[in-house]
């Protein structure tokens, strides 16, 4: 099943599918941009606010929004449809219809402090070596740019950041690695990253942090999430074993 929703004052339709008996996701375009991340940050804000009868969750990603619900709540109410695909399309048409009113969320800076070191950047020669630079210029490069995290995915924590500079555009390795440890920043393609736990992977692994990404003992386990602006602060070998003690 899919629908083709209000404009959401785009001039693009924004169209919904049924992922699951317990989901559907609004697909708001194509391109991964600024714009884009601001208006799935408005929709989503304006649903929340405006929930329907049994609403659970969203998760928004960088083009899209998914929307979980429970089946028999929304079943059970009065929203207009005969099966739950059509209730809950009937409600998001209602949102898309909304006056739209620029986000109010609170994005934080977050430094990320990051050890460049050969132990720990096991893959910066490659990224030099694909972009014809010297590994000084690709740690220079990386930490001279303010990324966008445009969402928290593939496990709890990672955060896909945009806003890298072409210079450092890498592929993905053919071969992924069984294991990379947590705290690795890698690259792949415009894309840059951190792994928030030891996980098999196949970016460009060029740094590692020792700040906890993830940690389910805070209030918010995850250190960051859509919306943060982002810079790298290169440290030496001595400072990240002094932070990771801590």
Known sequence: MNEQL????TGIPIEIYGLSEKS????FGTAIDNDLLGLITDFNQLLLQNPFSGLISTVPAYTTLTVFFDPLSVMLSDLPGEVCFEKVSAHLNKIAQIKREKSKVIADNVVIPVCYDDDFGWDLSIVARTNKLT???VIDIHTAGEYVVFMIGFVPGFAYMGGM???????RKEVPNAKIPAGSVGIAGN????YPMETPGGWQVIGRTPLKMFNVTRSQPSLL???DLVTFKAIGIDEFNACAEL
């Open 6 to 9: 209000g404009c959401f004052e």
């Open 24 to 27: 559907v996701t609004i697909t």
């Open 135 to 137: 590994e000084t210029e």
């Open 165 to 171: 500079d072409t210079r450092l555009s890498t592929p």
């Open 191 to 194: 894309q840059t990253g951190i």
């Open 225 to 227: 999430k859509g919306g």
